[in-house]
């Protein structure tokens, strides 16, 4: 079914993902059968210019895999990207490489994705020297006007690393994500590493970075209250698989997928007045290892009927832009 | 016996001696966690809440890098004067202790069962074979299916929710008076976050067991808690009743905290309320109130002289703030106006027919 932007003849997608697929293939543990591990299965969406897309899940939903592979930081086993019409999946490296000054990518651990041994203004600089932008005047101007940029000082073109705080240097990290001008960014838990004030500054920075840059972000997280507040749209991930995307309000005033009814209603509200009924899940998380027939969710699901035992559902628009990937929605 | 004190920390200090001096992680600290009542300690990273919860049971080296000051009552002794042998038996006996990362809590080379039959037999004279079956027994109370077969699995062989059932069931064995939880479910994802604090409540409310829960999120405390202590830089900042504390919090840190969470059904429009700057270093501890550098109403007052831990007239909360009475009044007529304009956001929309999106065609 063409979804509503195509029947209204609406703007071509910054990014359209079409059955992305991310297997691996492993021994399974004590036996000599090998397994596949459908780490991101066949899930499909776009991005437009300007949104911001957020993807939430639980830990093993494939969602940071999804993230990597967009970038080909892992390369997928099947499925297009495709970034202003182009499949990145199919590019050759050199024209990879173009591209990917326009794609950048934040990641989550603020300490472990710097280089303890780089002073902060040669990390900027390098992605500047990598595509050959500037000479080292315009080069050094260009780190420290995006150090301004993101609120730190001219003073800290020269630390390094471990003289920062977890905030500041989340902050660098945005800065070289942002020094080379892209217009998409492929933020990886940018925030779940911080306090809550520090995580709350950053979201207002990356908010006002957007209005200001014009950027798309597509934004991984597992924290519900985070991708509600800075989401326009969101793809609900589960087991590898998108099973419910809809707009933010939509998505929230009317969750269709079981899972994602289940994964709001486990948020702790900070009131105490709302003593709301909650839905708890039996069980953990399948392992990836073990494949299921039908619906992924059908064994933790408690709507489940046989159908879901047999058939996988496919995705399907259940409303104007909300799609679900279940046979009761 | 509801109002019965069972633990009473009064005027704590835990120093940590450092190359560059004794630093007071904990400095003055007093509450207390009455029988059968759930209490929550939250602050961010470097608020000394763990190191509170590490004090009670007295876990942190104090050959060479702690000391203490104060006391820690606990069923009429004081912990802090007790020798290591005696704080020996109260350990896992009489005041357990969970901790943020199940993996690492677990010993990898012992079956769980085997670590459960330890704790159970180190402080209870029973044979083997009874401390098997009750080591069963506990894991089926904190709800692990197939009991009799996951005794004898490794730490490996679990998910992450289920380690942390199993520490719990350790920490049950010996039946504590007081389980003294460490963010038990940080490292967990929200769905299994749900099930352990449903599993502390129950197990709170059938055995009658007191809670330290140590956290940073609101929510979780909002939703288990009777009463919190609001940590700032080793001091508590605020005190209260959870009721109050969420209807009315007065000192700006705590207010601060909850606007700096995206909470459900807030404006998205709207940027969040974020404290500026960060927790500073025990090296430099400011002068005058601890938040005063960070906070948007101090002045001169505030960066002179530190404000006592005070109770408020109104609402019995305990709060340290020169300014407390002004801002809670404050915070409310905001929240109030929040409210309003929430609601009339809303009538505007169904008028014109839904939300508008501006990037939509």
Not at chain 2, 187 to 197: E, H, K, S, W, Y
């Amino acid at each position: 079914m063409p979804s509503i932007h195509e029947q209204e003849g609406g703007p071509m997608p910054l990014l359209e993902v079409k059955g992305l697929s991310k297997h691996y293939s492993t021994k399974r543990p004590a036996s000599f059968r090998k397994s596949l591990v459908k780490a991101v299965d066949d899930v499909s969406f776009h991005i437009y210019e300007g949104e911001t897309y957020g993807l939430v899940g639980e830990s093993g939903c494939g969602k940071s895999t999804l993230g990597k592979t967009l970038l080909r930081l892992v390369e997928p086993t099947a499925g297009e990207a495709l970034y202003q019409g182009e499949d990145l999946n199919r590019m050759p490296s050199r024209q990879l490489r173009a591209s990917r000054r326009q794609l950048q990518m934040v990641f989550q651990d603020p300490y472990s994705s710097l280089n303890p041994r780089k002073t902060i203004g040669r990390t900027l600089e390098e992605p500047l020297i990598i595509h050959g932008i500037g000479s080292p005047q315009e080069r050094t101007e260009l780190a420290m006007r995006m150090l301004e940029t993101v609120g730190l000082q001219e003073e800290h073109y020269d630390r390094l690393p471990h003289e920062l705080s977890g905030g500041q240097r989340q902050r660098i990290g945005l800065a070289r994500a942002l020094i080379l001008e892209p217009r998409l960014v492929i933020c990886d838990e940018p925030v779940s590493a911080l306090d809550v004030i520090i995580q709350s500054q950053i979201i207002n920075l990356m908010r006002k970075l957007q209005r200001e840059l014009k950027l798309t972000y597509l934004f991984i997280a597992h924290d519900i209250g985070v991708i509600r507040h800075i989401s326009d749209r969101i793809g609900v991930m589960y087991l590898g698989k998108m099973v419910e995307e809809a707009r933010t309000d939509d998505l929230f005033a009317q969750p269709l997928h079981p899972y994602t009814q289940v994964l709001l209603s486990a948020v702790p509200i900070p009131d105490p007045r709302v003593k709301k009924e909650r839905m708890i899940l039996q069980g953990d998380i399948p392992s990836p290892l073990e494949t299921v027939s039908g619906c992924a969710f059908h064994p933790r699901c408690p709507f489940a009927v046989e159908t879901c035992r047999k058939l996988a559902p496919a995705k399907r628009e259940v409303a104007p832009g909300h799609f679900a990937a279940c046979h009761l929605a | 016996m509801p109002e019965e004190l069972l633990l009473e920390v009064k005027a704590l200090r835990t120093y940590f001696h450092t190359a560059r001096g004794k630093l007071a992680a904990v400095d003055g600290v007093s509450f207390d966690v009455k029988r059968g009542e759930i209490v929550g300690v939250v602050g961010e990273s470097g608020c000394g809440k763990s190191v509170t919860a590490q004090s009670v049971l007295r876990l942190l080296d104090e050959k060479h890098d702690v000391s203490y000051e104060g006391e820690i009552r606990f069923a009429g002794s004081n912990l802090l004067e007790l020798k290591q042998r005696q704080m020996r038996e109260i350990r896992g006996n009489e005041i357990a202790m969970i901790f943020q990362d199940p993996l690492s809590s677990l010993n990898p080379v012992y079956t769980i069962g085997e670590q459960i039959i330890e704790a159970i037999m180190l402080h209870q004279k029973i044979r083997r074979k009874e401390a098997v079956r009750k080591a069963i027994e506990l894991l089926r109370l904190t709800g692990i299916p197939s009991p009799e077969q996951r005794v004898w699995e490794y730490p490996h062989q679990l998910s992450g929710g289920m380690r942390q059932r199993v520490m719990i069931a350790i920490a049950l064995a010996c039946e504590p008076q007081l389980l003294i939880a460490d963010e038990p479910t940080t490292a967990l994802d929200v769905t299994i976050q749900a099930q352990m604090m449903e599993l502390i409540t129950e197990l709170n409310r059938k055995l009658a067991m007191s809670v330290l829960l140590i956290t940073h999120d609101l929510g979780v405390v909002a939703e288990t808690c009777q009463r919190v202590v609001v940590m700032y830089l080793g001091q508590v900042v605020e005190m209260a009743d959870v009721a109050s504390l969420f209807a009315r919090p007065l000192h700006p840190y705590t207010i601060g905290l909850m606007g700096a969470i995206p909470r459900m059904d807030s404006d998205r429009t709207q940027d969040l309320q974020a404290i500026e700057g960060s927790v500073p270093s025990l090296l430099n501890v400011p002068s005058g109130c601890r938040f005063a550098p960070r906070c948007a109403y101090a002045d001169e007052q505030c960066r002179q002289h530190m404000p006592e831990l005070k109770r408020d007239a109104a609402s019995g909360t305990m709060v340290r703030c020169w300014h407390a009475g002004t801002l809670a009044e404050a915070f409310e007529a905001t929240e109030a106006a929040i409210a309003t304009e929430t609601s009339e956001a809303a009538e505007r929309a169904e008028e014109k027919g839904g939300v508008q999106h501006a990037i939509y065609p």
